[in-house]
């Protein structure tokens, strides 16, 4: 299966701690984007890359959540200084990057600070 | 910024009924796609919409996109119980970011024997 893949499945830190996720999108896809989830909502945009170049940030993401994707293939998400309220399941979608394309999401992380 | 309402939040129904979904955008969308997860899973794709009026069918499911495009419906024909899951639309503003997909609050479908 090459679909999306994000590791780790589950991730529980304590408030104040670093955080690290990653996200392998399929292969030929040049689009890639995170959304964060809480329960009984929908996904909420975060950022998204076409290739490595970073173009959108979402203005509800804070100065403590930064991503990269350096060589345009793999991604990772960092949340620094984590806080409760950070908790959330955090998903992965790649596309090819044609206009209008659909996602393809990943399983997702699911984040839980104590 | 844009929002995407859907109503109703939750529906619970019985094996046979109906099921409709609706979705309203508070601005004009270039299209609006459709997405299905189901319980502990991940948003999976099912259709996407493009033209004002139109109506897509796949097997049980037909799916519309408002003459204005600013909403969609969902419906469901004759539910089974592996059409529980949340539904989700999700749309590209006409004025935002193209590859900005802003999802919208999601119908939870319960359905029984």
């Known amino acids: 299966d090459t679909g999306v893949s994000q590791d780790p499945r589950h991730k529980i830190t304590k408030r104040g701690q670093n955080v690290t996720f990653r996200c392998d999108p399929i292969?030929?896809?040049?689009?890639l984007y995170w959304y964060r989830q809480t329960l009984g909502q929908g996904p909420e945009f975060l950022t998204y890359f076409q290739n490595e170049a970073q173009l959108e940030k979402s203005r509800l993401l804070s100065d403590r959540f930064s991503a990269e994707r350096p060589k345009g293939s793999f991604s990772t998400l960092e949340i620094q200084r984590t806080e409760q309220g950070d908790s959330a399941m955090y998903l992965c979608a790649s596309s090819t990057g044609l206009t209008n394309e659909k996602l393809f999401f990943g399983s997702g992380t699911q984040l839980s600070v104590l | 910024g844009q929002q995407v309402m859907q109503i109703p939040q939750y529906q619970h129904v019985q094996e046979g009924e109906d099921f409709t979904t609706y979705c309203n955008s508070s601005?004009?969308?270039?299209?609006i796609q459709w997405y299905k997860q189901r319980p502990g899973g991940h948003p999976v794709f099912l259709i996407q919409?493009?033209?004002?009026?139109e109506v897509k069918k796949q097997k049980r499911l037909t799916f519309q996109f408002g003459e204005a495009k600013k909403n969609s419906s969902l419906h469901i024909t004759a539910t089974q119980t592996t059409d529980v899951g949340t539904y989700f639309c999700a749309g590209v503003s006409d004025t935002g970011t193209a590859s900005k997909l802003t999802f919208g609050t999601g119908t939870r479908l319960q359905v029984t024997l």
């Open positions: 919409l493009v033209k004002s009026g």
């Open positions: 292969s030929e896809h040049n689009r």
């Open positions: 601005t004009t969308l270039s299209n």
